[in-house]
């Protein structure tokens, strides 16, 4: 099995991203206490399908950096106003730099937050938070869902 792992600093800028798709606010810490970093770095390392995109989208988010913010500038040490503006280019397809040459900014975008969403949502304190009842299959619904299906 090949394996990716994240260095220290590509796993800070996940953690960092992940805390301005969904920081905290009055209502609770957002994502950042949940770890996403390590939860996303771990997912990279076990299922190889989506290394390539992570890697590519984490050279792609420090070009921007250095393009948007003078070189040598890390994303994690970035304020979360910088770190949304980066995001916010991503999302919209025009974020800078060769890095984006390899993948599309806005399909890494779309993936990344995809992965916020996840690790932030299948926290059951912030299940409890926002009223998620629990998995349909919790309370007797769609069991065959989880049974393999016929190929045809």
């Keep these: 099995m090949n394996e990716t792992i994240l260095t220290d600093d590509q796993i800070a800028t996940l953690a960092a991203a992940a805390e301005a798709i969904i920081p905290g606010d009055d209502f609770d810490e957002g994502v950042a206490p949940l770890g996403p970093g390590h939860v996303i770095a771990t997912r990279v390392r076990y299922q190889p399908q989506v290394a390539h995109l992570y890697v590519k989208g984490l050279r792609g988010i420090a070009d921007s950096v ?87």
Excluded: K, N
Aim: proline content about 8%; hydrophobic content about 35%; glycine content about 14%.
């Design 66 to 152: 250095g393009i948007m913010f003078g070189p040598g500038r890390r994303f994690a040490d970035l304020s979360l106003v910088e770190r949304a503006r980066v995001l916010e280019a991503m999302r919209r397809g025009v974020a800078p730099g060769a890095g984006w040459r390899e993948v599309s900014s806005q399909g890494f975008y779309l993936a990344l937050r995809a992965d916020v969403c996840f690790v932030y949502t299948t926290d059951p304190e912030v299940c409890r938070r926002i009223g998620f009842p629990g998995e349909s299959t919790a309370r007797g619904g769609y069991p065959d869902y989880a049974q393999p299906q016929s190929p045809g």
